[in-house]
């Protein structure tokens, strides 16, 4: 028998993985109000108001917060809004409605991966953020040059990046799994935005980790928020070293896999409790 | 009077029915029970954080911030019991699911907005409860009836900003359609209350407790209770976001007049 | 007079958006629009107590004019009233009497069991509790769901669902009511019992009824007067009877032929033209004819003659065909030849 070859199961991957992009980027982009309000400015203001507590606290130059004064608070906090509009929003996967809403069950006659979909909005997110996070970061340095973090060495530089890539990728895989017991549970937006706002405690978005107290803070460097926010934006600042990068990409290493491999088994039981419930 | 018992009636009717709706869904009642108080506890773990490192944020100390924490907790569930469907206004403006509003009688903006009555947010509005009275325990001073009329004043100052403002944020979906510009709005001006606004600077504090009154949600009401402010500033205070939110009202009536169903 | 529209016309902007990822950056920095006319210089009078059909393709208007008229969304030019009022300035005095069923859009609380959402609607409308319980027992009673008022709403059937839109929307006992598409999807038990409901209501309470449909029968069956729309603009407006009375001047014939016989070719045409017969419809073995009534006679020995036939049906020409053509052509009924071979 003869015809075309038919591609492998990566090769069909990827490239359906570009055209869900193209389609997601011009979906993002279609209420171009929306798309300012929701990529630029989100997540930019906790950080700011964060901005002014520790301004009221640490009054004379001198004043310290843990290892941080006034100045380095503003670089960390910088960062760390940088940082968190870099990860997944729990708001761009609405895997939940489609599970509610009876869109999955399309999905399912069709000969590809509904995976690939989900990891093409993660793909999306990761470029717009991307080039936002750079604007910004560019009018900052422009504007404000006397407040701008500067990254300790290159070498740092591409060490955050890579830690905030990893990190983002895991809460992706969060924000699947959460989304994913819409097979079992009626409503699951509040879960979503606890795991939102817990996470961001954790990932010490507005009050750095090192601050915490000793038994929260070693805690916390055991969860991968830690290495996804904070520990990229010391890194960034040479605050933490190559050691700490090697240790996080560990942590961030090995809670992908956990995750991936939970993602997996939740999905193939949702599933079959989906098309088991006639749906 | 027939009209206000006429809208209280219809506001038992959605308590009814949102009681009904959440014995339907018994994990939903549980899971945003357990989200909220994980929401108070990051809250109040924050500010317990930043005062192990200082004795006072912009003046307010730490038992003063518990009784801002309060009423911040109060003002959110009442938001979480009545207010909820504003979160939605965007997507249902968009779909036009609004269609019903101009054909039922009755005020627009009442019949929307309150309509998503949340049995779960009832808990947390005693947990917050609670935390406010256990706060306002610590406060020196002993209780009065003159202290328990300025708590429901301040109260209903804060309950009565929260109700304009979730109707204020959402003029701006009827400008630019599905730009979620509602929500973003009102996750900013939240996060400009999690903090008495005292930590900002003076020109963009007056903006706080007058045309955006972010400050009549929390900072105001702690402020009235604790003394902060003398009771002639709270009646100023007062006056101001009641007229403030008629005006509110009038406006959102005005610019629902150009809904165009789903049509555009 | 209850409705009337005076030269309205409604319309609308619709963004283009251009394909592929070129379109992506052109479609947020440069967007292009154009203005879409859903109605145009409509005018229509309804007076209390008429029924009437509302029908149109997709893309007609009908949707578009019943919530001009109900004040959902204003006219862009012209003017809509209803009461005697500008739609898009109605009181709740006039909403009162006013109700919208929407086929494709539940008015009542997914969520709710059917009589919470009854409940609900009492306090809206304010409705005595004793006249609000009598009203629910009859409806349901005479829609067959008195068994379902309990269940939630999302969990009832589709038809159910339907009965349960037009309960809540009689519950206040409106002067005018609006149903569009609500039958959309029933299967023939439920569509019967909703129309004999609505006809009844109509002649019972003298209530105005606007009712739009893709399904012929839904008209023919309950309403007195149609109007038919066609790209924004009133195309017909008239009596149902005097229409049909035109139809029925026709028969369709419905011929099955022989395997392996001659079939249809346009060379035949010719032959059928000087009895007003037209070809509506033609498949391999099968074909459609429409004929004046006076010249079935003369028409069958002619088929009998030119095709091997091993089965033949006459009936009564249905309204739809006419409908049809009407949508096709853009031509009114009256302009409209009998004898017209189809496009």
Redesign the interface.
């Known amino acids: 028998m003869s015809g075309a070859a038919v591609p492998s199961a990566l090769v069909r991957d990827l490239r359906l993985l570009v055209v869900a992009l ?1 389609y997601e ?2 979906k993002v ?10 990529e630029l ?2 997540g930019m ?2 950080p700011v ?1 964060m901005i ?2 520790y ?3 640490l009054v004379q130059p001198t004043d310290r ?2 290892s941080y004064d006034f100045r380095g608070l503003v670089a960390y906090l910088i960062l760390a809004a940088s940082f968190e509009k870099l990860l997944f929003h729990q708001r761009g996967l609405d895997l939940s409605d489609q599970i509610f809403q009876g869109y999955v069950t399309k999905y399912l006659t069709m000969p590809l991966r509904f995976f690939v979909l989900a990891l093409a909005r993660f793909a999306q997110h990761v470029l717009i953020q991307g080039g936002v996070v750079v604007l910004l970061w560019s009018a900052g340095a422009l504007l404000l040059p006397q407040w701008w973090p500067q990254p300790a060495s290159a070498l740092a530089l591409v060490e955050a990046a890579l830690l905030v890539l990893l990190g983002s990728y895991c809460y992706f895989l969060t924000c699947f799994l959460v989304n994913a017991l819409a097979f079992w ?4 937006w ?2 979503s ?2 795991t939102s ?2 996470f ?2 954790c990932a010490g978005v ?2 750095p980790v090192s ?3 000793a038994a929260l803070r070693d805690t916390l460097q055991w969860l991968f928020p830690y290495w996804a926010v904070n520990a990229p934006a010391e890194v960034f600042l040479g605050r933490l070293g190559h050691a700490d990068f090697l240790r996080g990409i560990v942590v961030l290493g090995l809670t992908a896999v956990v995750l991936e491999l939970v993602r997996q088994v939740l999905w193939r039981r949702g599933l079959a409790r989906y098309v088991g419930a006639g749906m | 009077m027939g009209a206000l018992l006429h809208h209280l009636r219809l506001a038992r009717e959605f308590a009814r029915v949102g009681v009904i709706r959440k014995s339907q869904f018994r994990v939903e009642f549980l899971t945003q029970v357990v989200m909220d108080t994980a929401w108070y506890l990051v809250h109040i773990v924050t500010f317990e954080i930043l005062y192990g490192h200082t004795d006072s944020i912009a003046g307010w100390d730490r038992p003063q911030v518990r009784v801002f924490l309060g009423f911040l907790f109060l003002s959110d569930a009442f938001w979480m019991i009545w207010l909820g469907q504003s979160w939605h206004f965007g997507r249902e403006l968009k779909d036009g699911v609004l269609d019903s509003l101009r054909l039922r009688p009755g005020s627009p903006i009442f019949v929307y907005f309150f309509q998503r009555f949340s049995l779960e947010a009832c808990i947390n509005g005693l947990m917050a409860a609670g935390w406010l009275g256990w706060a306002l325990s610590g406060i020196e001073g002993s209780f009065s009836v003159g202290g328990l009329v300025l708590l429901l004043w301040a109260l209903a100052l804060s309950f009565w900003t929260r109700t304009v403002l979730s109707v204020l944020f959402t003029i701006a979906e009827f400008r630019a359609i599905n730009s979620d510009l509602s929500n973003v709005a009102w996750e900013v001006s939240m996060t400009l209350s999690d903090r008495p606004v005292d930590v900002f600077p003076l020109r963009f504090r007056q903006l706080l407790t007058s045309f955006i009154p972010v400050a009549a949600l929390s900072t105001l009401p702690a402020a009235l209770v604790l003394g902060r402010i003398t009771p002639l500033e709270g009646v100023l205070h007062s006056a101001w976001i009641f007229v403030l939110g008629l005006g509110v009202f009038a406006w959102w009536k005005r610019s629902f007049r150009g809904y165009t169903s789903a049509l555009g | 007079m209850l409705i009337r529209m005076a030269d309205a016309g409604k319309t609308f902007r619709v963004w283009r958006r251009k394909e592929g990822f070129k379109g992506f950056f052109a479609n947020f920095v440069a967007r292009e629009w154009t203005q879409v006319t859903a109605l145009a210089n409509v005018n229509l009078e309804i007076r209390r107590g008429e029924f009437v059909g509302l029908i149109g393709a997709n893309g007609a208007g009908k949707t578009t004019l019943i919530k001009c008229v109900s004040g959902i969304t204003p006219v862009s030019s012209g003017s809509a009233t209803l009461f005697g009022v500008d739609s898009f300035a109605l009181g709740d005095g006039e909403k009162r009497r006013l109700a919208l069923v929407m086929g494709q859009r539940s008015q009542l609380w997914w969520d709710l069991p059917a009589i919470d959402s009854f409940r609900l609607l009492r306090e809206i409308y304010s409705i005595p509790r004793d006249v609000f319980e009598r009203r629910v027992e009859e409806a349901a009673k005479r829609l067959v769901v008195t068994e379902k008022l309990q269940r939630q709403l999302r969990q009832l059937s589709l038809g159910e669902r339907m009965k349960m839109e037009i309960i809540g929307a009689f519950l206040h006992e409106p002067d005018v009511v609006f149903l569009d598409e609500p039958t959309i999807g029933l299967d023939l038990v439920s569509r019967e019992t909703i129309r004999r409901y609505l006809v009844e209501l109509n002649r019972e309470r003298g209530a105005t009824i606007v009712l739009t449909s893709h399904d012929m029968e839904d008209i023919e069956e309950t309403c007195r007067r149609l109007v038919i729309l066609r790209q924004g603009r009133v195309l017909f407006d008239g009596d149902l009877v005097g229409l049909k009375a035109r139809v029925y001047d026709r028969r369709s014939i419905e011929v099955h032929l022989e395997p392996s016989s001659r079939t249809w070719d346009e060379s035949l045409a010719p032959r059928l033209a000087p009895l007003g017969a037209t070809l509506e419809r033609s498949a391999p073995l099968t074909l459609l004819f429409s004929v004046p009534a006076a010249n079935v006679q003369t028409f069958v020995p002619l088929l009998f003659e030119l095709f091997q036939i091993r089965d033949l049906a006459i009936e009564r020409h249905p309204l739809e065909l006419l409908i049809r053509q009407i949508f096709q052509s853009g031509q009114a009924p009256a302009q409209l030849s009998s004898g017209e071979p189809k496009a």
């Not at chain 1, 982009?29 to 309000?37: D, M, N, S």
């Not at chain 1, 549970?185 to 699951?188: E, F, Q, S």
């Open positions: 193209v980027l011009r982009t279609t209420w171009r109000a929306g798309f300012v309000v929701r400015m989100r203001w906790r108001v002014f507590v301004a009221t606290i917060l843990g549970l009626d409503v699951v509040t879960l935005a606890m706002f817990v961001s405690f507005l009050v601050v915490m107290p």
